[in-house]
Protein backbone atom coordinates (compact mmCIF):
# COMPACT_ATOMS: atom_id res chain seq x y z
CA UNK A 1 0.00 0.00 0.00
CA UNK A 2 0.69 3.62 -1.28
CA UNK A 3 0.03 7.05 0.60
CA UNK A 4 0.21 9.18 -2.71
CA UNK A 5 1.02 12.80 -2.55
CA UNK A 6 1.21 15.85 -4.59
CA UNK A 7 2.94 18.66 -4.78
CA UNK A 8 3.19 21.59 -7.07
CA UNK A 9 7.19 22.19 -8.27
CA UNK A 10 8.55 25.54 -7.99
CA UNK A 11 6.35 28.33 -10.18
CA UNK A 12 3.93 25.58 -11.36
CA UNK A 13 0.09 26.33 -11.14
CA UNK A 14 0.11 28.44 -7.42
CA UNK A 15 3.21 27.58 -5.74
CA UNK A 16 5.78 30.26 -5.00
CA UNK A 17 7.57 31.64 -7.23
CA UNK A 18 4.74 33.13 -9.63
CA UNK A 19 6.69 33.15 -12.77
CA UNK A 20 3.80 34.59 -15.14
CA UNK A 21 3.74 38.55 -15.52
CA UNK A 22 -0.42 38.06 -14.50
CA UNK A 23 -2.75 39.71 -16.73
CA UNK A 24 -1.49 41.89 -19.53
CA UNK A 25 -1.81 43.58 -22.90
CA UNK A 26 -0.26 44.11 -26.09
CA UNK A 27 0.44 47.26 -28.21
CA UNK A 28 0.85 48.08 -31.36
CA UNK A 29 4.44 49.74 -32.46
CA UNK A 30 4.51 52.36 -34.46
CA UNK A 31 4.36 51.35 -38.05
CA UNK A 32 7.56 51.97 -40.26
CA UNK A 33 10.04 51.59 -37.36
CA UNK A 34 12.17 48.75 -36.49
CA UNK A 35 10.50 46.88 -34.24
CA UNK A 36 11.08 43.75 -31.45
CA UNK A 37 8.93 41.47 -30.11
CA UNK A 38 9.42 43.12 -26.52
CA UNK A 39 7.69 46.22 -28.47
CA UNK A 40 4.39 43.79 -28.61
CA UNK A 41 3.91 43.42 -24.99
CA UNK A 42 5.87 46.24 -22.86
CA UNK A 43 4.21 45.08 -19.86
CA UNK A 44 5.27 41.57 -19.81
CA UNK A 45 9.05 40.87 -20.29
CA UNK A 46 8.50 37.49 -20.81
CA UNK A 47 6.29 37.41 -23.65
CA UNK A 48 7.19 37.50 -27.16
CA UNK A 49 9.77 35.07 -28.10
CA UNK A 50 10.60 34.08 -32.15
CA UNK A 51 9.50 31.59 -33.98
CA UNK A 52 11.13 29.07 -35.73
CA UNK A 53 7.79 27.81 -38.61
CA UNK A 54 8.69 31.07 -40.81
CA UNK A 55 11.60 32.76 -41.90
CA UNK A 56 11.02 36.78 -43.53
CA UNK A 57 13.45 37.56 -46.19
CA UNK A 58 14.41 40.69 -44.47
CA UNK A 59 15.49 38.50 -41.83
CA UNK A 60 18.74 36.44 -41.24
CA UNK A 61 19.46 32.98 -39.50
CA UNK A 62 21.81 34.78 -37.04
CA UNK A 63 19.32 37.03 -36.42
CA UNK A 64 16.74 34.36 -34.39
CA UNK A 65 19.20 32.83 -31.77
CA UNK A 66 19.86 37.33 -31.04
CA UNK A 67 16.67 38.21 -30.61
CA UNK A 68 15.98 35.15 -28.29
CA UNK A 69 18.60 35.83 -26.26
CA UNK A 70 17.53 38.99 -26.22
CA UNK A 71 14.19 37.79 -24.73
CA UNK A 72 15.99 35.68 -22.59
CA UNK A 73 18.17 38.51 -20.89
CA UNK A 74 15.23 41.00 -20.67
CA UNK A 75 12.64 38.15 -18.93
CA UNK A 76 15.68 37.01 -16.63
CA UNK A 77 16.04 40.57 -15.42
CA UNK A 78 12.32 41.16 -14.62
CA UNK A 79 12.12 42.82 -11.13
CA UNK A 80 8.89 40.44 -10.48
CA UNK A 81 11.47 37.58 -10.70
CA UNK A 82 13.95 39.48 -7.93
CA UNK A 83 14.29 39.08 -4.40
CA UNK A 84 15.91 39.72 -1.41
CA UNK A 85 16.30 43.49 0.35
CA UNK A 86 18.21 44.93 -2.99
CA UNK A 87 16.91 42.27 -5.42
CA UNK A 88 20.46 40.55 -4.93
CA UNK A 89 18.37 37.48 -5.75
CA UNK A 90 16.73 35.95 -9.09
CA UNK A 91 14.18 33.34 -8.82
CA UNK A 92 15.46 31.44 -11.69
CA UNK A 93 18.32 30.80 -10.87
CA UNK A 94 16.90 28.07 -8.36
CA UNK A 95 14.53 26.31 -10.22
CA UNK A 96 16.84 23.46 -11.22
CA UNK A 97 15.88 19.44 -10.81
CA UNK A 98 18.72 19.68 -7.80
CA UNK A 99 16.51 22.13 -5.69
CA UNK A 100 13.55 20.10 -6.77
CA UNK A 101 14.86 17.13 -5.15
CA UNK A 102 15.76 19.78 -1.34
CA UNK A 103 11.97 20.39 -1.57
CA UNK A 104 11.05 17.13 -1.80
CA UNK A 105 13.05 15.62 0.87
CA UNK A 106 11.93 18.65 3.33
CA UNK A 107 8.15 17.33 1.86
CA UNK A 108 9.41 14.01 2.95
CA UNK A 109 10.38 15.32 6.58
CA UNK A 110 7.11 17.11 6.93
CA UNK A 111 5.09 14.18 6.31
CA UNK A 112 7.01 12.35 8.94
CA UNK A 113 8.15 9.55 5.90
CA UNK A 114 11.19 7.55 6.49
CA UNK A 115 11.78 7.01 2.31
CA UNK A 116 10.53 8.30 -0.85
CA UNK A 117 9.64 6.52 -3.77
CA UNK A 118 9.02 8.05 -7.12
CA UNK A 119 7.66 6.81 -10.30
CA UNK A 120 8.91 9.27 -13.16
CA UNK A 121 8.30 9.60 -16.96
CA UNK A 122 10.19 11.81 -19.21
CA UNK A 123 11.02 14.76 -17.24
CA UNK A 124 9.82 12.75 -14.12
CA UNK A 125 13.43 10.38 -14.90
CA UNK A 126 15.11 13.40 -13.82
CA UNK A 127 13.23 13.93 -10.65
CA UNK A 128 13.65 10.36 -9.61
CA UNK A 129 17.27 10.18 -10.76
CA UNK A 130 18.13 13.37 -9.18
CA UNK A 131 16.68 12.65 -5.70
CA UNK A 132 17.78 9.52 -5.71
CA UNK A 133 21.66 11.00 -6.55
CA UNK A 134 21.29 13.25 -3.56
CA UNK A 135 19.63 11.43 -0.58
CA UNK A 136 20.49 7.85 -1.46
CA UNK A 137 19.95 7.11 2.08
CA UNK A 138 16.42 8.45 1.59
CA UNK A 139 15.27 6.57 -0.89
CA UNK A 140 12.83 3.44 -1.26
CA UNK A 141 11.72 2.13 -5.05
CA UNK A 142 12.72 4.31 -7.83
CA UNK A 143 11.02 3.98 -11.60
CA UNK A 144 12.54 6.39 -14.57
CA UNK A 145 10.89 5.41 -17.78
CA UNK A 146 11.78 7.32 -21.22
CA UNK A 147 14.75 8.96 -19.88
CA UNK A 148 16.34 12.03 -20.04
CA UNK A 149 20.31 12.11 -20.47
CA UNK A 150 22.23 11.77 -16.86
CA UNK A 151 25.37 13.84 -18.37
CA UNK A 152 23.59 16.37 -20.58
CA UNK A 153 24.88 19.55 -22.52
CA UNK A 154 23.42 21.31 -25.53
CA UNK A 155 25.33 20.16 -28.01
CA UNK A 156 25.18 16.26 -26.98
CA UNK A 157 21.27 16.68 -26.36
CA UNK A 158 20.58 18.39 -29.48
CA UNK A 159 22.70 15.49 -31.41
CA UNK A 160 21.46 12.76 -29.53
CA UNK A 161 17.74 14.13 -30.60
CA UNK A 162 18.61 14.52 -34.12
CA UNK A 163 19.72 10.74 -34.45
CA UNK A 164 16.72 9.60 -32.30
CA UNK A 165 14.19 11.56 -34.65
CA UNK A 166 16.09 9.66 -37.79
CA UNK A 167 15.32 6.56 -35.98
CA UNK A 168 11.49 6.97 -35.45
CA UNK A 169 11.21 8.62 -38.66
CA UNK A 170 12.58 5.46 -40.13
CA UNK A 171 10.16 3.47 -37.69
CA UNK A 172 7.25 5.30 -39.32
CA UNK A 173 8.20 4.43 -42.83
CA UNK A 174 8.74 1.15 -42.08
CA UNK A 175 5.04 0.90 -40.64
CA UNK A 176 3.23 2.79 -42.79
CA UNK A 177 4.37 0.98 -45.66
CA UNK A 178 2.66 -2.13 -43.99
CA UNK A 179 -0.05 -0.66 -42.61
CA UNK A 180 -3.11 -0.50 -44.72
CA UNK A 181 -4.73 2.97 -45.73
CA UNK A 182 -2.01 4.67 -44.02
CA UNK A 183 -0.91 6.78 -47.03
CA UNK A 184 -1.66 6.93 -50.71
CA UNK A 185 2.34 8.22 -51.32
CA UNK A 186 4.94 6.55 -50.38
CA UNK A 187 5.80 7.51 -46.83
CA UNK A 188 9.50 8.34 -47.31
CA UNK A 189 9.09 10.06 -50.75
CA UNK A 190 6.06 11.78 -49.29
CA UNK A 191 8.45 13.47 -46.42
CA UNK A 192 11.41 13.93 -49.06
CA UNK A 193 9.32 15.98 -51.70
CA UNK A 194 7.27 18.47 -48.94
CA UNK A 195 10.08 19.34 -46.90
CA UNK A 196 12.44 19.66 -50.25
CA UNK A 197 9.81 22.13 -51.41
CA UNK A 198 10.04 23.78 -48.08
CA UNK A 199 12.98 24.16 -47.95
CA UNK A 200 13.26 25.63 -51.82
CA UNK A 201 11.14 28.27 -50.43
CA UNK A 202 8.02 27.06 -52.29
CA UNK A 203 5.86 28.13 -49.75
CA UNK A 204 5.49 31.60 -49.24
CA UNK A 205 3.47 34.60 -49.34
CA UNK A 206 4.09 38.30 -49.55
CA UNK A 207 5.06 41.29 -46.83
CA UNK A 208 5.72 44.73 -46.64
CA UNK A 209 9.36 44.14 -46.55
CA UNK A 210 9.80 40.96 -48.60
CA UNK A 211 8.30 37.46 -48.88
CA UNK A 212 7.78 34.91 -45.55
CA UNK A 213 8.17 31.20 -45.99
CA UNK A 214 7.45 28.16 -44.45
CA UNK A 215 9.96 26.49 -43.28
CA UNK A 216 10.32 22.52 -42.83
CA UNK A 217 10.28 23.13 -39.24
CA UNK A 218 6.40 23.12 -39.93
CA UNK A 219 6.33 19.41 -40.44
CA UNK A 220 9.58 18.43 -38.57
CA UNK A 221 8.01 19.31 -35.24
CA UNK A 222 5.32 17.51 -35.38
CA UNK A 223 7.46 14.44 -35.36
CA UNK A 224 8.20 15.03 -31.47
CA UNK A 225 4.47 14.15 -30.82
CA UNK A 226 2.99 12.75 -33.93
CA UNK A 227 5.06 9.66 -34.71
CA UNK A 228 3.43 6.86 -32.06
CA UNK A 229 1.90 4.10 -31.95
CA UNK A 230 -0.70 4.26 -28.42
CA UNK A 231 -2.79 1.44 -29.89
CA UNK A 232 -2.11 -0.47 -26.58
CA UNK A 233 -4.63 2.41 -24.77
CA UNK A 234 -7.63 1.65 -26.94
CA UNK A 235 -11.15 -0.19 -26.06
CA UNK A 236 -11.51 -1.31 -29.15
CA UNK A 237 -9.93 -1.99 -33.09
CA UNK A 238 -11.51 1.36 -33.96
CA UNK A 239 -10.40 3.07 -30.86
CA UNK A 240 -7.34 1.55 -31.07
CA UNK A 241 -6.82 2.50 -35.48
CA UNK A 242 -7.33 6.09 -34.20
CA UNK A 243 -4.36 6.10 -31.97
CA UNK A 244 -1.68 5.37 -34.09
CA UNK A 245 -1.57 8.83 -34.71
CA UNK A 246 1.61 8.47 -37.29
CA UNK A 247 -0.98 7.69 -39.38
CA UNK A 248 -1.97 11.53 -38.62
CA UNK A 249 1.30 12.45 -39.62
CA UNK A 250 0.87 10.85 -42.98
CA UNK A 251 -2.34 12.29 -43.14
CA UNK A 252 -0.28 15.75 -42.92
CA UNK A 253 2.44 14.97 -45.39
CA UNK A 254 -0.23 13.92 -47.78
CA UNK A 255 -2.94 16.92 -47.29
CA UNK A 256 -0.29 19.54 -48.07
CA UNK A 257 1.08 17.47 -51.26
CA UNK A 258 -2.37 17.36 -52.81
CA UNK A 259 -2.52 21.47 -52.30
CA UNK A 260 -2.34 23.01 -55.56
CA UNK A 261 0.57 25.02 -56.02
CA UNK A 262 -1.59 28.08 -56.86
CA UNK A 263 -3.11 28.09 -53.03
CA UNK A 264 -0.15 28.01 -51.22
CA UNK A 265 0.16 31.23 -50.67
CA UNK A 266 -3.19 31.58 -49.47
CA UNK A 267 -2.20 28.32 -46.31
CA UNK A 268 0.94 30.06 -46.01
CA UNK A 269 -0.81 33.35 -45.17
CA UNK A 270 -4.30 31.71 -43.07
CA UNK A 271 -1.55 30.05 -40.92
CA UNK A 272 0.41 33.36 -39.99
CA UNK A 273 -2.67 34.80 -39.68
CA UNK A 274 -3.83 32.41 -36.98
CA UNK A 275 -0.10 31.71 -35.85
CA UNK A 276 1.30 35.52 -35.91
CA UNK A 277 -1.30 37.95 -34.47
CA UNK A 278 -1.79 40.06 -31.31
CA UNK A 279 -5.25 41.30 -29.62
CA UNK A 280 -4.84 45.02 -28.63
CA UNK A 281 -7.80 47.17 -27.80
CA UNK A 282 -10.06 48.23 -30.13
CA UNK A 283 -8.51 52.20 -29.93
CA UNK A 284 -5.55 50.83 -31.93
CA UNK A 285 -7.31 49.61 -34.74
CA UNK A 286 -5.90 52.41 -37.13
CA UNK A 287 -2.47 50.96 -36.98
CA UNK A 288 -3.46 47.43 -38.14
CA UNK A 289 -2.99 48.63 -41.85
CA UNK A 290 -0.81 47.42 -44.13
CA UNK A 291 1.90 49.49 -46.19
CA UNK A 292 -1.03 50.68 -48.59
CA UNK A 293 -3.87 51.69 -45.50
CA UNK A 294 -5.90 48.33 -46.28
CA UNK A 295 -7.22 47.57 -42.79
CA UNK A 296 -5.96 43.85 -41.42
CA UNK A 297 -7.98 43.93 -38.21
CA UNK A 298 -9.89 40.64 -37.75
CA UNK A 299 -11.84 39.10 -35.05
CA UNK A 300 -13.40 42.72 -34.07
CA UNK A 301 -15.50 42.98 -30.85
CA UNK A 302 -16.26 46.17 -29.19
CA UNK A 303 -13.33 46.50 -27.14
CA UNK A 304 -10.59 44.78 -28.68
CA UNK A 305 -9.14 43.50 -32.28
CA UNK A 306 -7.03 40.79 -33.50
CA UNK A 307 -4.44 42.20 -35.64
CA UNK A 308 -1.53 40.19 -37.84
CA UNK A 309 1.95 41.10 -37.22
CA UNK A 310 3.81 39.20 -40.15
CA UNK A 311 2.61 41.79 -42.84
CA UNK A 312 3.19 44.75 -42.20
CA UNK A 313 5.96 44.54 -39.44
CA UNK A 314 7.65 41.68 -41.12
CA UNK A 315 7.76 39.94 -37.54
CA UNK A 316 5.98 36.81 -36.00
CA UNK A 317 4.03 38.28 -32.69
CA UNK A 318 1.64 36.31 -31.06
CA UNK A 319 0.01 36.76 -28.08
CA UNK A 320 -0.80 38.37 -25.18
CA UNK A 321 -0.32 34.95 -24.09
CA UNK A 322 -2.08 33.74 -20.88
CA UNK A 323 -0.54 33.70 -18.04
CA UNK A 324 -0.31 30.22 -17.42
CA UNK A 325 1.47 29.61 -20.94
CA UNK A 326 3.88 32.19 -19.90
CA UNK A 327 4.68 30.20 -16.67
CA UNK A 328 4.86 26.98 -18.54
CA UNK A 329 7.02 28.02 -20.86
CA UNK A 330 9.16 29.71 -18.12
CA UNK A 331 9.23 27.09 -15.87
CA UNK A 332 10.52 24.48 -19.10
CA UNK A 333 13.17 26.75 -19.81
CA UNK A 334 14.32 27.77 -16.22
CA UNK A 335 14.35 24.32 -15.05
CA UNK A 336 16.27 22.38 -17.83
CA UNK A 337 18.79 25.70 -17.82
CA UNK A 338 19.51 24.58 -14.22
CA UNK A 339 20.11 20.97 -15.04
CA UNK A 340 21.95 21.43 -18.41
CA UNK A 341 25.25 23.43 -18.04
CA UNK A 342 25.82 24.47 -21.18
CA UNK A 343 25.77 28.32 -22.77
CA UNK A 344 26.54 29.19 -26.38
CA UNK A 345 26.32 32.42 -28.03
CA UNK A 346 24.02 33.21 -30.86
CA UNK A 347 26.98 32.62 -33.51
CA UNK A 348 27.98 29.30 -31.54
CA UNK A 349 24.32 28.02 -32.39
CA UNK A 350 24.50 29.17 -35.65
CA UNK A 351 27.82 27.02 -35.89
CA UNK A 352 25.82 24.00 -34.01
CA UNK A 353 22.55 24.48 -36.57
CA UNK A 354 24.92 24.16 -39.68
CA UNK A 355 26.47 20.81 -38.48
CA UNK A 356 23.46 19.65 -37.33
CA UNK A 357 21.62 20.27 -40.82
CA UNK A 358 24.50 18.77 -42.62
CA UNK A 359 24.53 15.47 -40.96
CA UNK A 360 20.90 14.90 -40.37
CA UNK A 361 19.08 17.44 -43.05
CA UNK A 362 15.48 19.10 -42.27
CA UNK A 363 15.22 17.03 -38.99
CA UNK A 364 18.65 18.10 -37.89
CA UNK A 365 17.50 22.10 -38.44
CA UNK A 366 14.71 20.82 -35.92
CA UNK A 367 17.06 19.40 -33.56
CA UNK A 368 19.04 22.56 -33.21
CA UNK A 369 15.83 24.37 -31.72
CA UNK A 370 14.97 21.87 -28.94
CA UNK A 371 17.81 23.37 -26.66
CA UNK A 372 17.99 26.81 -28.12
CA UNK A 373 16.05 28.37 -25.00
CA UNK A 374 18.13 26.91 -22.68
CA UNK A 375 21.57 27.43 -24.99
CA UNK A 376 20.87 30.75 -24.37
CA UNK A 377 19.35 31.36 -21.15
CA UNK A 378 21.79 33.54 -18.96
CA UNK A 379 21.45 31.73 -15.74
CA UNK A 380 23.97 29.65 -14.78
CA UNK A 381 23.69 25.70 -14.27
CA UNK A 382 22.83 23.76 -10.63
CA UNK A 383 23.74 20.15 -12.06
CA UNK A 384 23.08 17.77 -9.60
CA UNK A 385 25.52 15.14 -10.83
CA UNK A 386 23.03 12.33 -12.07
CA UNK A 387 23.83 8.50 -10.65
CA UNK A 388 25.02 6.42 -7.42
CA UNK A 389 25.59 3.20 -6.50
CA UNK A 390 23.83 3.21 -3.40
CA UNK A 391 20.33 2.78 -5.29
CA UNK A 392 18.49 -0.05 -7.50
CA UNK A 393 16.28 1.84 -9.75
CA UNK A 394 14.24 0.19 -12.31
CA UNK A 395 15.52 2.16 -15.42
CA UNK A 396 13.12 1.65 -18.47
CA UNK A 397 12.73 2.71 -22.44
CA UNK A 398 11.00 2.28 -25.52
CA UNK A 399 12.95 1.81 -28.22
CA UNK A 400 11.53 3.75 -30.92
CA UNK A 401 10.61 6.97 -28.68
CA UNK A 402 9.88 9.88 -30.42
CA UNK A 403 10.35 12.60 -27.80
CA UNK A 404 13.85 10.58 -25.42
CA UNK A 405 15.46 8.46 -27.53
CA UNK A 406 16.58 4.98 -26.24
CA UNK A 407 20.62 6.26 -26.02
CA UNK A 408 19.76 8.10 -23.03
CA UNK A 409 17.99 5.37 -20.95
CA UNK A 410 21.41 3.51 -21.57
CA UNK A 411 23.63 5.88 -19.76
CA UNK A 412 20.73 6.28 -17.38
CA UNK A 413 21.30 2.69 -16.66
CA UNK A 414 25.35 3.58 -16.95
CA UNK A 415 24.85 6.10 -14.19
CA UNK A 416 23.50 3.95 -11.72
CA UNK A 417 25.52 0.25 -11.74
CA UNK A 418 23.35 -1.29 -9.51
CA UNK A 419 20.24 -0.66 -11.68
CA UNK A 420 18.34 -3.29 -13.74
CA UNK A 421 16.93 -2.31 -17.61
CA UNK A 422 13.51 -3.20 -19.01
CA UNK A 423 12.85 -2.42 -22.66
CA UNK A 424 9.79 -2.37 -24.53
CA UNK A 425 10.26 -2.77 -28.09
CA UNK A 426 7.54 -0.41 -28.91
CA UNK A 427 6.51 3.36 -30.55
CA UNK A 428 5.60 5.28 -27.79
CA UNK A 429 6.67 7.70 -25.40
CA UNK A 430 6.33 6.03 -21.84
CA UNK A 431 4.03 3.32 -20.38
CA UNK A 432 0.75 1.93 -18.49
CA UNK A 433 0.65 3.24 -15.00
CA UNK A 434 1.33 0.12 -12.50
CA UNK A 435 -1.11 1.33 -10.84
CA UNK A 436 -4.29 0.27 -12.68
CA UNK A 437 -5.63 -2.39 -14.01
CA UNK A 438 -4.80 -4.21 -17.02
CA UNK A 439 -5.86 -7.41 -18.56
CA UNK A 440 -3.61 -9.64 -21.13
CA UNK A 441 -3.79 -8.54 -24.82
CA UNK A 442 -2.23 -9.55 -27.95
CA UNK A 443 0.49 -6.11 -27.59
CA UNK A 444 2.96 -7.87 -26.14
CA UNK A 445 3.01 -5.39 -22.92
CA UNK A 446 1.61 -7.16 -20.24
CA UNK A 447 4.84 -9.19 -19.06
CA UNK A 448 6.57 -6.17 -18.54
CA UNK A 449 3.62 -4.47 -17.21
CA UNK A 450 3.04 -6.84 -14.34
CA UNK A 451 7.09 -6.92 -13.68
CA UNK A 452 6.66 -3.52 -13.23
CA UNK A 453 3.93 -3.97 -10.93
CA UNK A 454 6.29 -6.71 -8.99
CA UNK A 455 8.81 -3.81 -8.68
CA UNK A 456 6.18 -1.41 -7.25
CA UNK A 457 4.77 -4.14 -4.72
CA UNK A 458 8.16 -5.83 -3.41
CA UNK A 459 10.81 -3.65 -4.56
CA UNK A 460 11.84 -7.26 -6.84
CA UNK A 461 14.01 -6.38 -10.10
CA UNK A 462 13.28 -8.17 -13.04
CA UNK A 463 16.26 -9.65 -14.55
CA UNK A 464 18.41 -7.08 -16.27
CA UNK A 465 17.95 -7.28 -19.76
CA UNK A 466 14.30 -7.77 -20.00
CA UNK A 467 12.64 -6.90 -22.85
CA UNK A 468 8.88 -7.54 -24.05
CA UNK A 469 8.37 -7.27 -28.02
CA UNK A 470 5.26 -5.43 -29.17
CA UNK A 471 2.79 -6.39 -31.89
CA UNK A 472 1.87 -3.77 -34.69
CA UNK A 473 -1.34 -3.19 -34.39
CA UNK A 474 -2.81 -3.94 -38.15
CA UNK A 475 0.42 -5.23 -38.99
CA UNK A 476 1.21 -8.12 -36.95
CA UNK A 477 -2.33 -8.47 -35.72
CA UNK A 478 -5.02 -9.49 -37.66
CA UNK A 479 -6.12 -6.49 -39.62
CA UNK A 480 -9.14 -4.81 -38.21
CA UNK A 481 -12.51 -4.48 -39.51
CA UNK A 482 -13.61 -1.89 -42.46
CA UNK A 483 -14.94 0.18 -39.55
CA UNK A 484 -11.82 0.72 -38.37
CA UNK A 485 -10.54 2.83 -41.11
CA UNK A 486 -12.08 6.04 -40.06
CA UNK A 487 -9.77 8.10 -38.30
CA UNK A 488 -9.68 10.45 -35.93
CA UNK A 489 -9.05 13.80 -38.41
CA UNK A 490 -7.29 16.87 -37.11
CA UNK A 491 -7.32 20.24 -38.30
CA UNK A 492 -3.26 21.06 -38.77
CA UNK A 493 -2.18 24.00 -37.34
CA UNK A 494 1.65 24.48 -36.39
CA UNK A 495 1.32 25.20 -32.70
CA UNK A 496 1.71 23.27 -29.46
CA UNK A 497 -0.26 20.78 -29.17
CA UNK A 498 -0.72 17.53 -26.31
CA UNK A 499 -1.37 14.31 -27.22
CA UNK A 500 -4.33 12.64 -26.98
CA UNK A 501 -3.42 9.31 -25.25
CA UNK A 502 -7.04 7.52 -25.66
CA UNK A 503 -7.98 8.22 -21.81
CA UNK A 504 -12.09 9.30 -21.29
CA UNK A 505 -13.75 9.90 -18.58
CA UNK A 506 -15.80 6.60 -16.99
CA UNK A 507 -13.36 4.61 -18.44
CA UNK A 508 -13.20 0.83 -16.80
CA UNK A 509 -9.26 0.87 -17.00
CA UNK A 510 -9.62 -2.98 -16.34
CA UNK A 511 -11.27 -3.06 -20.12
CA UNK A 512 -7.94 -2.46 -21.58
CA UNK A 513 -6.04 -4.87 -23.20
CA UNK A 514 -1.62 -4.79 -22.92
Partial sequence: MYDLFAIDQRGIAESEPVLHCGTHTATLPKLGSAVSLADFFPDCPCDGFPSQTYKFSNDHELNYFKRLRDTNYRCNDAPYLKRGANNEYRVTDYMGTSFLAHDLDFFRRAIGAQKLSIFGISYGTWVGSVYASLYPENTDKIVIIGNLPPMPTVPTFSSDYAISQQGVKAEFVDRCRLLANCSKRDPAEAFRTLTESLENGEWKT?????????????????????????????????HRRALLSYVKFADLLNSMLDLPEKNRSEFVENQLNSACSVTVPIEEREKCVDAEGNDLATKVTNTTISCPTWKQYGVCASGP???????????YATVMAGDIPSRLLPSQMVDMHRRLKAGHGVIGDRATYIMDSIATWPGKSTYPGIGNADVRPLVMGTLDDSATGYKWTQEMRMAFPNSHLMTFNGYFHGFPSPFQKRKRGTHGLYDCFTELQEYVRSKTLPRNGRTCLETRFGIDDPEPGSEATDLLQDEWHFTRFDDYLGTQAGQEESSIEL
Avoid: C, W
Fill in 321 to 331: SPAMNVQYGLV
Fill in 206 to 238: KTDFGEVTLSPYAVTSQIHGRLRDNSHSGRNDT
